[in-house]
């Protein structure tokens, strides 16, 4: 919540290519890139829908300002980020190691990666937040129910919906489930 309400925003991509398409999409004026123009059609608003219906749910108490609505998408992002890597943390306590576990939390927490990440309004961190809940899937037992569904599940929405060079992350996961299977 500190980082989504103090940190800067780090990259111009955030703000002309994601915080002025959506104020464009939901109040119905304002800047439009040329990448979401319908002649060039190069960025879908798909991933901007996700984010618009934390705003409509702002909406819902009220008339919120402009900018009451831009924290309250950096906050979310920041809790779902927040809620993300609590999710993979308590996985590879349960799963790997608890003592591992301990160096992940202060890992993450220290990251100043993450805590610029973490409320940014970018496809690359919602790849990121996805990915980390396909690893928390991952690390789960081998052959228990639902892992590679969800595993599977979580990487794919990490690059369809987020960033498609983020299914990387799941060559590790799809080498070892092959291994298991065929080897």
């Not at 998408?73 to 980020?81: A, H, K, Q, S, Y």
């Amino acid at each position: 919540m500190i980082g989504a309400l103090k940190s800067p925003i780090m990259d111009c991509d955030e703000v002309f290519n994601y915080w002025e398409p959506l104020h464009f999409l939901h109040f119905g004026w304002g800047k439009q890139t040329w990448e979401y123009a319908p002649q060039f059609a190069l960025r879908s608003y798909w991933y901007l829908e996700l984010h618009r219906q934390v705003i409509r749910l702002l909406e819902l108490c009220g008339s919120p300002t402009r900018l009451q609505v831009f924290y309250s998408v950096r906050l979310v992002l920041g809790m779902g980020c927040a809620l993300c890597e609590t999710v993979f943390v308590r996985a590879v306590a349960r799963h790997v190691d608890r003592a591992t576990s301990k160096y992940l939390l202060l890992g993450l927490v220290g990251m100043a990666g993450m805590f610029h990440a973490g409320g940014a309004l970018l496809p690359s961190s919602f790849a990121m937040c996805a990915g980390m809940l396909g690893s928390a899937a991952a690390v789960g037992r081998p052959g228990a129910r639902g892992r590679v569904a969800w595993t599977v599940g979580a990487f794919a929405v990490a690059a369809v919906w987020g960033w498609p060079y983020a299914a990387i992350v799941a060559l590790p996961f799809a080498v070892e489930e092959a291994v298991e299977r065929f080897g």
